[in-house]
């Protein structure tokens, strides 16, 4: 013992076997031998939200939720593809010795199905989907209402907070509604064009798409705020730029 957290220190911390001060060695989902315990799609439970855990350390999945879902296998399959491993979407135990190895190599960004781009010269959201490495494949353009010169839409990186509610959303400062609000960050959101009422029939003009006109957010048409609302669940990244 000599206090340093060399490399199988590292591996046996992160380990199923791992014993949290105060307990027993039991654990409900590790093998007897102390081995790793093979997790794939569909799997639940404490032992797949330690491998979610590790795979947010490393940037490769955005949340943990001990659900091994699509979000968790294609991140799986990203980190196996980088540390060049088989990529089979199945956290193995070479895996998870691997990924909780000190050289498990970092992710460039969060694995999403979708990364939306929004350009504020020519007032479009740009939709890339993942194709297992990288965001390689433009699939959509939707064009937009982009903030005013006063109220810019502020530019940068986000990791997006989803869905901002139900179908119609009320803007309290403005006396005002709109469809499908999806919170890029803060105030700031991707939405319909606005009505006076919670009724399609109280405004919804597309006049201002292609403008830079709004308050900061992001202004679409019903059926492409819908995409967005349906498609990008949180923690999308949403990148604007000029």
């Known amino acids: 013992m000599d206090g340093l957290t ?16 105060g307990s027993s060695s039991s654990s409900g989902s590790s093998s007897s031998s ?17 491998v979610q855990r590790r795979l947010h350390q490393l940037k490769y999945l955005y949340s943990a939720d001990g659900d091994f879902g699509s979000l968790t296998e294609n991140a799986l399959r990203y980190f196996q593809r980088k ?7 199945v956290a193995d135990e070479e895996t998870q010795q691997v990924l909780f190895s000190p050289d498990a190599i970092e992710s460039e960004e969060y694995v999403f199905p979708y990364k939306l ?7 479009r959201t740009y939709v890339y989907r993942w194709t297992g490495d990288g965001y390689n494949e433009r699939i959509d353009t939707f064009k937009c ?11 940068g990186t986000f990791q997006g907070a989803g869905q901002a509610g139900g179908r119609w959303y009320y803007f309290k400062d403005f006396n005002c509604y709109a469809q499908y609000a999806w919170r890029i960050q803060g105030g700031i959101l991707f939405h319909s064009v606005t009505y006076s009422r919670p009724n399609e029939n109280s405004g919804g003009s597309t006049r201002s798409l292609g403008r830079a006109e709004s308050h900061g957010c992001v202004r679409l048409t019903v059926s492409d705020a819908k995409w967005i609302y349906d498609n990008c669940p949180m923690g999308t990244t949403v990148v604007v730029q000029e």
Not at 34 to 49: F, R
Not at 145 to 155: E, F, I, S, Y
């Open 117 to 123: 781009v929004v350009d504020l010269s020519d007032r």
């Open 83 to 89: 540390n060049n491993l088989d990529q089979t979407g």
């Open 34 to 50: 102390g081995a790793y315990v093979k997790l794939q799609s569909g799997d639940k439970g404490t032992e797949v939200e330690r």
């Open 6 to 21: 060399g490399q199988s220190t590292y591996a046996a911390l992160f380990s199923s076997s791992a014993v949290a001060a």
């Open 145 to 155: 209402c982009v903030g005013a010169p006063k109220t810019p839409t502020p530019q």
